[in-house]
């Protein structure tokens, strides 16, 4: 039981000091975790470019 809480405990401790880094990093560099600059929103302008351009090639039958 004691093993199993020390364990826990670390796994905890790692992602916590993960969570504050990364948020850390995201705040000093200007982003926000929602809104129009967010990770969210280049990823996805990235991958809707991609999509945007096939289903145009799509409906133009090549």
Do not use: E
Not at 17 to 40: C, D, E, H, R, Y
């Amino acid at each position: 039981m004691l093993h199993t809480l020390k364990k826990s405990r670390i796994y905890l401790s790692i992602f916590l000091l993960a969570f504050v880094l990364l948020n850390t990093i995201l705040f000093i560099t200007g982003f926000a975790p929602f809104g129009n600059k967010s990770l969210a929103i280049m990823d996805a302008s990235i991958q809707y470019l991609d999509f945007f351009a096939y289903w145009k090639d799509v409906l133009l039958g090549r």
